[in-house]
């Protein structure tokens, strides 16, 4: 490295509409920033599938975009790679070519529902939640592979045979940045499979037999190794920078990480398409007995520990969704405006469960409605009830793990695109009745991939040198009256309980 140049990571955020890339410097300044779209793909309704082929090209353009940006800014060297990734979608390749056998099956597909009851009505789920922390649900990357190997039996014949490899996208770039010679996941994503046996920290034999997959011989599965820590070199022909993948985790688990919560009792909510609130329990595994799951996260130098996390699957999505297809907005950001301009949401609930409800209720089959709509509604009320949604189902989950883990939350802190909407901010703490806590940078889920990388690299000393190194957070504070709060809290409940009502036919 020149003594003149800036030591940095280069972290590759890769979500489920969007890959991400940041150059973050030792100081904890971001260097370069790009990102693109790529196709979503729904070739029936409740399926939803991914290019794998093109997620590597996305981002691998966004990377080679972050670095020129960078560049144009000053002299750096990148020493390492972090990735974080949409975590339950999973990928089938051929081990020889590298070239995907598969469309990608993404986290949010309901395909496997009718695989996910047969299992339940079996009388397997309970021992699925003592093993993996999870629940039967098609959330989850297994009954997808179960899927694919079910419709289509030369491609089990072709795992058997050894030729496959599956991984979730993490262990997809992994495999593609060093040109085939690493096929590895971390513990984060491997908890996410319903394959990964949460008390062994090994892939679990049993539930791969119960979920009918061929992890012999061995190759199909990635091999596991902790967030912070080898993962193979990234080739230079690919970015233009030829550096160790450093460190590694599961988009969630990578915020949590990247906002300091890195002990027990600290909690963290991701606004994204989906958002994900996770508490960190330490090294106590807390089983849910409130619709939660329990997943692997990251103690301080990157090795395992434990969280409770609620998983809303749609947060950002339904603004999404407003704008894309009922064109009620221009932009995204435009919703806090609209939002603003409302002294009420005047009695409109929406319930986005466009692909059924996750913590803590997991009932796949209801669908999304609004309620309460009159002559007087408008753009503005639905647009602000789609906001009011993200802040209801956080306070659901929050809760929920209060009461599984004994502990009251004294504050959450937030990161995601939704959380820089200061209208969403401030109504979701005075629901919450508790300081929200706001990072100078909300993408925390790059920072925290990247700050398990520079660790690994020694970049930061130690993870508190990381955080330090982001800057002072910006903190909202309740100021809603109580009568006010538990109004908005009935009807909340009022609406989800009509939407459970009417499922999908």
């Known amino acids: 490295m020149s003594p003149s140049s800036t030591p940095a ?20 300044r971001i260097l370069g920033r790009a990102y693109s779209e790529f196709t979503q793909h729904f070739p029936r309704a409740g399926w939803v599938e991914h290019d794998a082929d093109e997620i590597r090209d996305v981002t691998i353009r966004v990377a080679r975009d972050a670095l020129e940006r960078a560049r144009n800014r000053e002299a750096f060297d990148a020493v390492g790679i972090g990735i974080t990734n949409q975590r339950e979608t999973v990928v089938l390749w051929d081990r020889e070519t590298g070239r995907p056998v598969h469309r990608a099956i993404v986290w949010q597909d309901r395909r496997t529902s009718a695989i996910c009851r047969e299992l339940k009505e079996a009388g397997h789920e309970a021992d699925v939640r003592h093993r993996t922390g999870l629940v039967l649900d098609p959330y989850f990357s297994g009954t997808k592979l179960t899927w694919i190997f ?62 009918e997959l061929p992890i012999e011989p061995e190759g199909l599965l990635p091999e596991i190794r902790h967030s912070a820590s080898d993962f193979g070199v990234a080739r ?30 600290l909690a963290k909510n991701t ?37 409770l996390e609620g998983s809303i699957f749609v947060a950002g999505a339904a603004v999404q969704w407003l704008r894309d297809q009922l064109e009620l907005l221009p932009t995204a950001p435009d919703s806090e405006q609209m939002a603003r301009s409302l002294d009420d949401n005047d009695g409109v609930y929406f319930v986005p469960a466009f692909v059924g409800l996750g913590a803590p209720h997991w009932d796949p089959d209801v ?11 408008t753009s503005a009320h639905l647009v602000r009830a789609a906001l009011e949604a993200m802040a209801y189902s956080t306070l659901e989950v929050l809760r929920a793990q209060e009461a599984d883990s004994g502990v009251d939350a004294r504050e959450l802190r937030v ?6 909407n200061d209208w969403l901010m401030q109504f979701q703490s005075d629901l919450l009745d508790l300081p929200v806590r706001r990072p100078a940078v909300v993408e925390t889920t790059a920072l925290g991939a990247a700050g398990l990388a520079g660790l690994q690299v020694g970049l930061w ?40 009502g009417f499922t999908a036919g």
């Open 236 to 265: 230079g022909e690919y970015m233009g920078v030829e550096a160790p993948i450093a460190g590694v985790a599961g988009d969630q688990q990578a915020a949590l990480f990247g906002q300091g919560c890195w002990r027990s009792g």
């Open 415 to 420: 990161d995601g695109g939704a959380a820089e």
């Open 150 to 211: 079910r419709e289509k039996p030369e491609l089990r014949k072709r795992a058997e045979a050894g030729e496959l490899a599956c991984g979730t996208i993490d262990s997809w770039l992994i495999h593609q940045l060093t040109g085939g010679e690493v096929h590895a996941t971390d513990p984060t994503n491997a908890s996410r499979t319903l394959l990964y046996n949460l008390r062994t920290g090994e892939w679990s034999p049993e539930m791969a037999e119960l979920l």
């Open 9 to 28: 990571i280069l972290s590759l955020d890769q979500g489920t509409t969007g890959s991400t890339a940041l150059v973050v410097a030792h100081d904890g």
């Open 367 to 377: 669908r999304g409605a609004i309620f309460g709509l009159s002559r007087g509604t």
């Open 461 to 500: 000393e130690s993870a508190q040198d990381f955080l330090t190194a982001q800057g002072e957070p910006r903190v909202f504070r309740p100021r809603m009256e109580e009568d006010h709060r538990r109004a908005l809290k009935r009807g909340w409940k009022r609406a989800v309980t009509a939407a459970r």
């Open 271 to 307: 606004y994204g398409t989906g958002a994900f609130l996770l508490l960190h329990t330490g090294d106590d595994l807390v089983e849910s007995k409130h619709g939660l799951l329990t997943t692997v996260a990251c103690d301080p130098r990157g090795k395992p520990a434990y969280a």
